[in-house]
């Protein structure tokens, strides 16, 4: 492996983990207590949040692995060997499919569908509480893994070469 994809490799571990502690959070707390706040507090929390993460480092963070994960899956086919090249075309592929495309699939229409009611209605307090609440988080739990085990085994794969 070259020093450059060793330095990328070691980056997206860092990465890959930032961004598994941030849906690691969603998940663990930050969800139930906006299911928590009474009346519309927790819903339009969301619609906010989900705004304002919009000009956030995380979005840098979780769009910037896109390309990476790519480079980190091609380079590994191409120029691996054995079990670290393995690892690191998972690693790769769970970020694009377990994290990216879960988002992109699951996650952002949730979001959208929120967003587009208005926080007191009724619609937006059935909908939050029958579906969103349960889907999201379970999607985000899906997400957290996904980038947990990415940077477990781009961690792995680094030690092992």
Request: net charge positive.
């Amino acid at each position: 492996m070259s020093l450059w994809f060793i330095s990328l490799c070691a980056a997206s571990v860092i990465a890959y983990a930032v961004i598994g502690g941030v849906f690691l959070a969603f998940s663990d707390f930050l969800m139930r207590s906006f299911n928590r706040v009474t009346g519309q507090g927790g819903i339009e929390s969301m619609q906010i949040l989900n705004v304002e993460i919009m000009r956030s480092v995380f979005m840098v963070l979780f769009i910037g692995l896109v390309p990476v994960s790519l480079v980190i899956i091609v380079y590994a086919a191409l120029f691996g060997e054995g079990t670290p090249r393995l690892l690191l075309m998972l690693a790769g592929a769970l970020y694009l499919v377990g994290v990216f495309a879960v988002t992109a699939a699951g996650n952002v229409p949730l979001n959208n569908h929120l967003a587009a009611l208005a926080a007191s209605s009724s619609e937006a307090q059935d909908f939050w509480t029958k579906r969103y609440m349960t889907r999201w988080v379970s999607l985000n739990t899906l997400r957290t893994i996904a980038c947990l085990l990415a940077s477990g085994m781009t961690l792995a794969a680094l030690v092992m070469r």
